[in-house]
């Protein structure tokens, strides 16, 4: 009896090590089940904050805009003559606020900027061009010279094999912005050059120069090179957003209409209270003068930087451009 007493203890198991009953098991593991449940209640509920805040933000921002196109036609409305304003912030395709009844027209020697853009992609960019093509691109740009232009054109002339590939290679710098609306001109007017006489609305050339600014086209150097030319703008163009007092970077152009008024427009970026605000102006003034157009375009610019900085974000990140398929 002894011995099978001895082996029947030792085949036994004894509970005596696990002191936790089976009720206070199925109580934590209840409670691991209730804090996995709240944990993804948690994370839901921060999923919907955060979309709920960029709804927010959406909204607000497109209010803005509705509430900065009326300010702007209010605005406009009082000034001598027909005029064009579109502001947003550099980088990619983001909100932008704009009025006026003038919104589109000839680039004239606005487009010497994206022109300069193709040389440098051509041709190796700031390090690889020329001296002569970096003397050329330096004149059209800052002192808007048109005959340097047109030796930057002829040099993409040669490089893609005649005008009209030439056209449509500067048409592809446009293109990097997201702009498939804008077709660079091959055709002339008077003694005026072809791609000059481009029909370039402000909402695209303000998407172009959002892109140039917030270094969404080409690559760092070529971008950096460019506003920095015009950084220096100077000569005629000091009006507009070069005459607002505030750190600019920009380029004009202007140009008698078939009725004789000058158009006079720009694009650029102005630092306003810490924000690049993007700018693409335009104005014909009632007298047709080149002067008086002037004047308008350097209102225009002081009253948007005086009066829609809030408007503007500090950023749009850069995004893919995508053909419309519509």
């Not at 085949?11 to 993804?40: F, H, M, P």
Request: charged share 20%; aromatic share 6%; with cysteine.
């Amino acid at each position: 009896m002894l011995v099978g007493a001895i082996v029947l203890a030792g085949c036994g198991g004894s509970d005596s090590g696990d002191t936790q009953t089976q009720a206070e098991r199925d109580a934590a593991y209840k409670q691991v089940q209730i804090d996995r449940l709240q944990a993804k209640v948690d994370k839901l509920k921060k999923q919907g904050a955060a979309k709920a805040a960029e709804a927010a933000a959406a909204a607000k921002q497109a209010a803005a805009a509705s509430n900065g196109k009326g300010e702007i036609d209010t605005y406009l409305a009082r000034l001598p003559g027909e005029a064009g304003l579109v502001v947003g912030s550099p980088g990619g395709d983001g909100p932008r606020v704009s009025g006026g009844d003038l919104d589109t027209g000839p680039a004239w020697s606005t487009i010497k900027v994206p022109v300069a853009e193709r040389v440098l992609e051509d041709f190796g960019g700031p390090s690889g061009i020329s001296s002569a093509q970096a003397g050329e691109i330096n004149r059209a740009i800052t002192v808007s010279d048109n005959d340097a232009a047109a030796v930057l054109f002829s040099d993409l002339e040669k490089k893609h094999g005649g005008m009209e590939k030439a056209s449509t290679a500067v048409g592809e710098t446009l293109q990097e912005a997201g702009d498939f609306t804008t077709q660079i001109s091959t055709e002339g007017r008077d003694t005026f050059s072809t791609y000059g006489q481009t029909d370039w609305s402000l909402e695209a050339q303000n998407r172009y120069m959002a892109a140039l600014a917030g270094g969404c086209l080409a690559d760092e150097q070529i971008t950096n090179y460019l506003l920095d030319q015009m950084s220096m703008t100077g000569g005629e163009d000091s009006f507009g957003i070069g005459a607002v007092g505030v750190p600019a970077k920009w380029k004009g152009g202007w140009g008698p209409d078939t009725d004789g008024k000058y158009l006079v427009r720009q694009m650029g970026v102005m630092t306003v209270d810490g924000k690049d605000m993007v700018v693409s102006l335009a104005a014909i003034a009632e007298d047709g003068t080149f002067e008086s157009a002037q004047a308008m375009a350097t209102e225009m610019a002081t009253w948007a930087s005086q009066n829609l900085s809030d408007d503007i974000l500090n950023s749009v990140p850069c995004g893919p451009v995508a053909e419309p398929t519509s």
